[in-house]
């Protein structure tokens, strides 16, 4: 009998080996795709320059947010949008939306205040895009370029196509997450928002 049960046993575990396999495989194809699509710039004429929402410290952008504020500044400067828009509402306590203190910052730095858009409402990234459609579709906004660090760029460029939303993605040309630690931490955890949005979607 028991002689009998030895080859099933084995053939499951290949079975469990080739699906483990598998899924490492898969992972690991997301985990690059996220990654090429957060190293390519496709910034060109826009209509607008929409900087998503990060961390702020009272008045002041963390360095992660300030990263993506000074590269929305770029562009803009460069010519490839007449506008910018800033998302992110208000963190726990916080006197200031995200999105103000972005305006702060890029006020101080020259940019007119005729040529700056902001949402303060957004907590999540799915959010600052939906109230970024809003004053796009306000303003006859129609083609975004979209700013935000590299790992993120993929699921927002994701989300917009979800939304509606004509838009192109520029990385920002460094980061924040800067230690191996922190790039992997952030790379998982974007594998893990591409798989939570698919099961979303399909639910």
Request: include cysteine; aromatic fraction near 8%; charged fraction near 20%.
């Amino acid at each position: 009998m028991n002689r009998g049960r030895r080859p099933r046993r084995r053939g499951a575990l290949g079975w469990l080996w080739r699906l483990a396999l598998l899924l490492l495989l898969w992972l690991a194809a997301v985990a690059a795709w996220i990654v090429w699509v957060g190293q390519r710039d496709q910034a060109g004429a826009a209509d607008a320059i929409i900087v998503l929402g990060a961390a702020a410290y009272d008045a002041r952008p963390s360095p992660v947010f300030e990263e993506r504020i000074r590269h929305g500044l770029d562009l803009y400067r460069r010519g490839h949008a007449p506008v910018l828009l800033f998302t992110g509402g208000y963190g726990t306590g916080a006197r200031f939306a995200e999105s103000q203190v972005a305006r702060r910052y890029a006020l101080r730095h020259g940019i007119p205040e005729s040529a700056i858009l902001i949402e303060a409402s957004s907590r999540t990234t799915l959010q600052n895009l939906q109230q970024a459609r809003t004053l796009m579709q306000e303003h006859g906004l129609r083609r975004a370029i979209v700013v935000s660090d590299p790992l993120h760029m993929a699921r927002a460029l994701r989300l917009c196509r979800q939304l509606g939303i004509e838009a192109v993605g520029s990385p920002t040309p460094s980061t924040r997450f800067r230690s191996v630690q922190t790039q992997w931490k952030f790379l998982l955890q974007e594998v893990y928002f591409f798989h939570r949005d698919l099961v979303l979607r399909a639910a």
